[in-house]
């Protein structure tokens, strides 16, 4: 009663408080009193192809720009030949418990070369130098409803606004400048390189600046060379600038603008990339093309269909959770209230910006969004902002398919198919294998060999696991032609596998080797701090046989493809193989500390408040362990993550929002969220990995919140499984769920109020409801067969939608 009436106290006295001559809604704008001190703070833009960071400063504005193409190098490989004729050798020095000595053949014989892989790079800045004024009732924002980033200040009784979006229709980043009084807006423009300035002494890059006309400035240059490999992209940028009123003009690389009403600029650019072996492209030819398109339509056209484009993904998915009198202060300062009074829409407010995210920087026809998404204002970007698969890329792609976005994964699908070309020669030369492999990270080459060195090179099962999310595809669509369609990828994988794997001594166990528990070293004989006379360096090994998470990946992409072999209909005595092969995985252990094992052996751990617990990847994401089917590994689940502890990077703490909801406690994953944006998300709600951005960490709070509220891993579909007390009214509309079912529900004082679900496939329908519920399709009463544990079963008609009543 007490928060009802300073709600309705609060509205009344906020009532007059607008943002840009609307209303503020807590669960889609993100605003600011500040411009953006840091990159890192600045407000993103993209089409999934080029990107833009928006700082939103007043008298230097600075908007950094990114083209998804834009990597150091080209076409390369890093495959070993006869790196198999060692195999054996490291595969026995492991079973004799000598991991240094195999942790060392490893890196002479197995180790891809060049050791690095390339990296993702930045492309341009445009500096906007306007008069430096005083400025009064400054603003900025990002509109998740529209995908618009503004600008609005007052400088001398005159009102300013920039509004920046990007187009998917168009190509194109506009920018547009307005103020309410004319002849106001006067501006020098410039679009700059980025200098290469942390790539040893391996970079060679260039670019050059020129102005095109009066209306235009023009970048353009070319890859850096990076560990022997030849920078071979070129690329082409462009602004192309309308002035309505006042006049323009151009002094070398400086387009300046005077006494404008308005001013719009248009970003173009592209590099000569085709695809991971072709860089044979005409980027000019590409930035022209480009360039005629956009002089055909008017500003509010392209915005218009900017606009529609956009909300054709975004308006799929609606969440609303309760909101105070806090939701409506600017984000940075409800990220700091949040930790001493309730705000639950700030959840919705960081739900809806990972499914931003994907949108802005996955669409059919790009390449999948990196350790950065496409934002990145570096040549020597931390982690080279790669696709790490350890546990980085996998995690972007964790809300794809509940958050209604199924489409946004087929760059990453993609990516997997161009992955069996490297795969397959590694598994050939590497390890004396059929099918594909790839290890724990790779660039826009595809390179599929070990990288890094052995410490974490040893890490088989990364195109294991993004198959699985192959699977989830088909779970979540039911489309058979897709399935189809990816069956020779998935097949390759289980290949690789079934010769890989070797028998663990004196236990008949099928495991492999070598292998690793990322990026965790064991505690226990042979694995002391050693010196590698070779390299000259000092390393810990985390290379063993049989790591837990290699095993559970595997136990899901076995009886994943089994599956898939009934569902098609193909290679059932090779389906039956693999079954058989499954059943002689090891089991999931306790270890003598009543946690679960790490390791096929009862090592201790060296860092036992690592930022990964690869092992739980059994319960999330993947389908191993479950309170359901394996209630006598909870508690050494629930052990290890208590170890473990709350906090950690972005990334760790997302996974663990998504466990601890696995669990069913909601609250546990509530404080973890907290604890998120207090501290490992920046005031922009990028994620943190440590210091540097990611964007994993807000993919991966996406996906916990999902699990917090639906899940359906269990072979049925419950509802509200881990709701936060906080959270005790709300609506979830949109969100889908495994059998190509959409939901609409709500719910009140902590229960299930309305239930409506649409069939997209006519698949039977298994879900967790009251046995006295009443199901109603088109004014009928639907049967359905009660289950054990509250399951209710009923068959639904493709694109027929059902309602639950008796709730």
Known sequence: MKLTFNLLLFSVLFSGTQLFGQDIDPATLLWYDQPAAIWEDALPVGNGRIGAMVFGKQDEEDIQFNEETYWSGGPYSTVVKGGYKKLPEIQELLFNDEPIKAHKLFGRALMGYPVEQQKYQSLANLRL??????????????????????????????????EIFASAIDQTIAIKITADKPNSISLDAELRGVRNSAHSNYAT??????????????????????????????????????????????DDAILTIKNANSVTLYFVAATNFKNYKDVTADQHKRVQDMLAHVAKKSYSTIKEDALKDYKKYFDRVTLTLPTTETSFLPTNERMTEIQTKPD??????????????????????????????????????????????????????????????????????????????????????????????????????????????????????????????????????????????????????????????????????????????????????????????????????????????????????????NTATEVLGVDKEFSKKVADARKLFPPNQVGKDGMLQEWTKDYAQKEDKHRHFSHLYGLYPGNVISLNKTPEFIEPVKKVLEQRGDGGTGFSRGWKMALWARLKDGDRANDIFKGYIKEQCYISLFAKCFKPLQVDGSFGVTAGITEMLIQSNEGYIELLPALPSEWADGTFNGVMARGAFEFDFSWKNNKINTVSILSKAGTTCKIKMPSNVKIMSNGKSVRFKKRANQIIEFNTDKGQTYTFENL
């Open 129 to 162: 130098t306007f008069k430096k004024e005083d400025v009064k009732n400054y603003k900025r924002s990002l509109d998740l409803k529209t995908g618009i980033a503004t600008v609005t200040y007052t400088s001398n009784g005159v009102n300013y606004k920039r």
């Open 344 to 561: 639950p829409q700030l959840a919705t407010l960081c739900y809806n910006f990972g499914r931003y995210l994907l949108i802005s920087s996955s669409r059919p026809g790009t390449q999948p969004a990196n350790l950065q998404g496409i934002w990145n204002n570096s040549m020597n970007p931390s982690w080279d902002s790669k696709y790490t698969t350890n546990i980085n890329t996998e995690m972007n792609y964790w809300p794809v398919e509940t958050a209604n976005l199924s489409e946004l994964s087929e760059p990453l699908t993609t990516m997997i198919k161009e992955l069996t070309d490297q795969g397959s020669e590694v598994a050939k030369e590497h390890y004396g294998a059929k099918g594909w492999v790839l290890h724990q990270n790779t660039d826009i080459w595809r390179v599929a060999a070990p990288m890094d060195g052995p410490t974490w090179g040893t890490f088989t099962v990364g195109g294991a696991w993004l198959t699985t999310h192959m699977w989830e595809h088909y779970l979540f669509t039911q489309d058979e032609d897709y399935l189809k369609d990816i069956y020779p990828t998935m097949k390759g994988a289980v290949e690789f596998f079934m010769d890989f794997l070797v028998e663990y001594p004196e236990t008949g166990w099928l495991v492999t080797n070598p292998s690793n528990s990322p990026e965790n070293p064991p505690k226990g004989k042979g694995y002391e701090y050693f010196y590698d006379e070779v390299t000259g360096n000092y390393y810990f090994t985390t290379i063993v046989a049989g790591a837990t998470m290699d095993m559970q990946i595997l136990k899901d992409l076995f009886s994943y493809y």
């Open 205 to 250: 890059d260039y670019f050059r600046m020129d102005g095109v006309g009066t209306d235009q400035l023009k970048l353009t240059g070319k890859s850096a060379d990076y560990m022997g490999v030849e920078g071979r992209l070129r690329y082409e940028a462009q602004i192309k600038a309308h002035h309505d009123g006042g006049e323009m003009s151009r």
